[in-house]
């Protein structure tokens, strides 16, 4: 047995069943115990992988973030900055606007307040690294002249605000997830936007 192969899947296991338990029963709730159960490992196996409950979760929301991330790459290699940007937002709100995310972001915002850093972890593991990728990117415009951005880290947190603005509308059940058609009219939008405001 390729034991390279084997620890990897161990650890898929594990981060893939932490990720159902989480939504079932929270962070607090959440063991080791139940989670090794569920990936049908052992809780040393779990730990020999993750040192802790918190390293887990911030494996977790990485794993996720490094998908978004290799797609926004493999968009980036388009050359052009509106087509680009289009193909970013789109991703972006697929996959925030999920059941499942909306359900983990619900249960992030009730667990934080008993655990501080729980909001912290999570935070540099997941939005801070898809806005260092923007700003990046930004940047990397600049030097190009497709863009002129004054400020690719402000202007990145602003895109992606625009593009998921009206998700607590969607977290507090105000309003059905949006459908397509809708999604496409806030990309719209926030491409335009951001595409008048930084013509070279």
């Given at each position: 047995?390729?034991?390279?192969?084997?620890?990897?899947?161990?650890?898929?296991?594990?981060?893939?069943?932490?990720?159902?338990?989480?939504?079932?029963?929270?962070?607090?709730?959440?063991?080791?115990?139940?989670?090794?159960?569920e990936a049908q490992v052992s809780k040393q196996t779990v730990y020999n992988h993750f040192g802790s409950k918190e390293e887990l979760f911030a494996a977790m929301v990485r794993t996720s973030c490094d998908k978004m991330t290799l797609a926004f790459a493999e968009a980036a290699k388009d050359g052009n900055p509106e087509k680009t940007l289009r193909a970013i937002a789109r991703h972006f709100m697929n996959v925030v606007?999920?059941?499942?995310?909306?359900?983990?972001?619900?249960?992030?915002?009730?667990?934080?307040?008993?655990?501080?850093?729980?909001?912290?972890?999570?935070?540099?593991?997941?939005?801070?690294?898809?806005?260092?990728?923007?700003?990046?990117?930004?940047?990397?415009?600049?030097?190009?002249?497709?863009?002129?951005?004054?400020?690719?880290?402000?202007?990145?947190?602003?895109?992606?605000?625009?593009?998921?603005?009206?998700?607590?509308?969607?977290?507090?059940?105000?309003?059905?997830?949006?459908?397509?058609?809708?999604?496409?009219?806030?990309?719209?939008?926030?491409?335009?936007?951001?595409?008048?405001?930084?013509?070279?």
């Amino acid at each position: 047995m390729n034991v390279a192969a084997d620890n990897t899947g161990k650890r898929e296991a594990i981060l893939e069943s932490a990720n159902k338990v989480f939504l079932e029963v929270g962070f607090g709730a959440a063991s080791m115990d139940v989670i090794a159960n569920e990936a049908q490992v052992s809780k040393q196996t779990v730990y020999n992988h993750f040192g802790s409950k918190e390293e887990l979760f911030a494996a977790m929301v990485r794993t996720s973030c490094d998908k978004m991330t290799l797609a926004f790459a493999e968009a980036a290699k388009d050359g052009n900055p509106e087509k680009t940007l289009r193909a970013i937002a789109r991703h972006f709100m697929n996959v925030v606007f999920s059941e499942e995310k909306l359900a983990m972001h619900r249960i992030l915002m009730a667990e934080v307040p008993r655990f501080p850093e729980l909001g912290r972890v999570y935070y540099q593991s997941g939005p801070a690294i898809i806005r260092k990728f923007l700003a990046d990117y930004f940047v990397e415009q600049n030097k190009r002249g497709t863009l002129k951005v004054n400020n690719p880290q402000f202007t990145a947190e602003q895109f992606i605000s625009m593009v998921t603005c009206c998700r607590l509308r969607s977290e507090l059940g105000v309003e059905p997830l949006p459908n397509d058609d809708e999604k496409q009219r806030y990309i719209d939008n926030a491409v335009t936007i951001i595409i008048k405001a930084c013509r070279p």
